[in-house]
């Protein structure tokens, strides 16, 4: 859903050439709705570098699939030998060949200590720790690999899931209130209560569904699933981007796969500061 670009923009970057590898159908139309100028690359596997007409690459954006070593993948936890998450050395190797000014991989602290010796050891950069709840009402635990200098720790923005949420059935009602949900009081349908007050959500998964089950809060006595507004909020997407006439599930399938939009601006307006000094 390119939040690569959305960061970009926020950040006030102009963008000359934006290229993109993606097969998703539904991915590539929603990022075309939103940034129509992207030029679409396919499978990655089948890069060629004449692709890109001899144009020079500033930045190398690569979010390569998590879903061989993350925890909640457990089954499939192979590694960086799984079939989808071996697809971080075809972004190396492509990297080699465009030889960008600046780099960023981004992907799931979770992984095992071999893969991310091999992140490190291939990259040449140490990951930095960014909890998304940093800056998001979201617990989403990353490792940023990048060349890019002066990157720290994002401030803390104390955002809490009751914040982003709209309550009622109409958005800010104000006689729905959430001030006295328990924590997991029981389980309903493979999912749980959350509690809203005082609270992180938990990670959204590339399912776009909270991690472990799916994610219910309690709004005017009854139970519910976050909404899409609420979804892009956790991400901290704007909420300008549109899905189109996408259905909820499809949406959040993007959301889950996509990056908080506002650590990648914090990462990326390095950038801009070392071009400034």
Known sequence: MSCGQIALQKLGIKINNYYAFEIKPHAIATTQLNFPNTIQLGDINNFDISMLNGNKIDLFLCGSPCQNMSLINITQRTGLNGTKSCLFFKCVEIMKQVKPTYFLFENVK??????????????????????????????????????????????????????????????????????????????????????????????????????????????????????????????????????????????????GDGWTVDVIAHILKEIVNNLTR
């Open 110 to 255: 979770s992984m095992k200590n071999e893969d991310k010796e091999v992140f490190t050891n291939t990259l040449g950069a140490n990951p930095i720790h960014i909890n998304s709840a940093l800056v998001s009402a979201q617990e989403r635990n990353r490792l940023y690999w990048t060349n890019i200098p002066g990157v720290d720790q994002p401030k803390d923005k104390g955002v809490l899931l009751k914040d982003i949420i709209e309550y009622g059935t109409t958005k800010h009602e104000e006689n729905c209130s959430l001030k006295k949900i328990a924590f997991i009081e029981k389980k309903k349908n493979n999912g749980m209560y959350v509690r809203v007050d005082g609270n992180k959500s938990l990670p959204i998964t590339a399912r776009g569904y909270a991690a472990w089950n799916t994610q219910f809060i309690t709004d005017g006595n009854k139970i519910r699933d976050l909404t899409l507004s609420e979804y892009k909020k956790l991400q901290t997407i704007p909420e300008w981007y549109s899905f189109g006439e996408l259905n909820k599930s499809k949406a959040t399938d993007l959301i």
